[in-house]
């Protein structure tokens, strides 16, 4: 009973190495450290055992090894990644792209300034002239339009709805115009076509890149 | 994408949002502590790294169970844990491998078996001399119990908390206290040659 007290069992001198005592009692045990060799010793094979463990080493695994669980693992891609994965590759990443996409946009004002322009050299057509007739035919053509549109919605059959705007529009508007229509519309689609076909099925330029580790 | 500054939550819902970047680099976070917490317990550098990836396989497929309130080193060494228990209940693994697989049955498959470390720049002979020191503990640590182990492990290796090795080990804070108590005073015990 006597060498308890005189003596901190193991359990506390492992506590103190740990460092899991309190304040209190780490500066009782410290005191008595100061005049006791066996506990000094005690503590200090404690120490030893203690960074011996401490200085076991992390092994690496062999090269590949990521690799190889990658392999195992399904990445699950949720459909707000994937749609922003589609619009980030729609993005031209090349100034090749961005031309075309500017040729792209610009080219319905192209067609109809070159035409515009083509009008004014005619002898009989004045500026005001033209804008006379073309803010008459817009005007014309947005109340027809609205007033199909509204038709449509009105109507209850999709089909004979669609059939009877497109040939309402057609003869509101004339076969001719609407071909010269079309023609526009057609080029500029094959043109996008083409676009998105460089920009989706190419493999993209833009990828991830991984740090390489010496394992 | 740097994430080097990224907590484990944050990767893993990288990962959860389709970027396998993510998945790597939790790999690369976890790979050297879960291999060598594995490796102490089946002591197989073969066997080790096979039971690895399969823990970094489960893991990684049941990303979207995990819940993230909780540590994913918890989560991840609870795998690691059990998957290398289900394999020593399988199959007993009882020789040390320091020098190489106790199932490797020639030069290769030995050399291919054997421990190889992450270690400081030495000398010769400090190396010789840690390697010895570090041999005699591996041998003294694969005489402890499975749990044990384990707990030794995470304890002084790894650093983590009396309470996360409870969680990880999936028993109370107690009988952790207890198994690393015991496990250090059998330690002293194997190791008590070495001294001088």
Not at chain 2, 22 to 30: D, T
Not at chain 2, 174 to 193: D, F, S
Request: with cysteine; charged share 25%; proline share 5%.
């Amino acid at each position: 009973m006597s060498n308890e007290i005189l003596h901190p069992t193991p359990d506390r001198l492992e506590a103190y190495v740990e460092g899991s005592l309190s304040d209190a009692d780490r500066a009782v045990l410290e005191s008595h450290l100061v005049s006791c060799a066996r506990c000094q010793t005690e503590v200090e094979e404690w120490r030893a055992l203690f960074a011996a463990l401490a200085s076991l080493p992390l092994l690496e695994p062999s090269p590949g090894f990521a690799d190889r669980v990658m392999a195992g693992v399904t990445v699950h891609r949720p459909w707000t990644v994937r749609v922003a994965e589609l619009i980030r590759r729609l993005i031209p990443d090349t100034t090749k792209g961005w031309v075309l996409v500017t040729a792209f946009l610009s080219l319905p004002m192209l067609v109809i300034g070159g035409s515009v322009a083509w009008l004014l050299t005619r002898p009989a057509i004045t500026l005001q002239g033209l804008w006379f007739v073309l803010s008459g035919w817009l005007t014309e053509g947005v109340v027809a339009l609205a007033g199909r549109v509204a038709a449509l919605i009105a109507e209850n059959t999709m089909l004979d709805s669609i059939w009877r705007g497109l040939t309402g529009l057609v003869a509101t508007t004339g076969v001719l115009e609407l071909g010269a229509v079309a023609a526009v519309f057609a080029v500029l689609t094959m043109l996008s076509t083409w676009i998105l076909y460089r920009n989706l099925v190419r493999p993209p330029t833009r990828k991830e890149t991984y740090v390489t580790y010496p394992f | 994408m740097d994430y080097t500054k990224l907590t484990d939550q944050e990767v893993v819902a990288h990962a959860r949002a389709g970027r396998e970047s993510g998945y790597r680099e939790l790999i690369e976070r976890y790979q050297r502590p879960v291999l060598s917490l594995i490796y102490r317990l089946v002591r197989d550098r073969e066997l080790a790294e096979d039971l690895a990836q399969e823990t970094f396989i489960k893991v990684l497929n049941a990303l979207d169970r995990y819940d993230p309130r909780y540590k994913f080193s918890s989560w991840i060494f609870r795998i690691a844990h059990n998957t290398a228990i289900d394999q020593l209940r399988k199959r007993e693994v009882a020789t040390l491998s320091l020098d190489g697989s106790p199932h490797a049955d020639s030069p290769d498959s030995v050399e291919a078996s054997t421990l190889v470390a992450v270690s400081e720049d030495e000398t010769p002979e400090e190396y010789a001399a840690s390697r010895q020191i570090g041999e005699e503990i591996e041998r003294a640590i694969g005489l402890l119990r499975p749990e044990y182990r384990t707990a030794i492990v995470l304890w002084h290796v790894e650093g983590r908390p009396y309470d996360e090795i409870a969680q990880i080990m999936e028993v109370p804070l107690g009988t952790v206290k207890t198994y690393i108590h015991r496990a250090r005073n059998e330690l002293r015990k194997h190791l008590a040659h070495l001294r001088c």
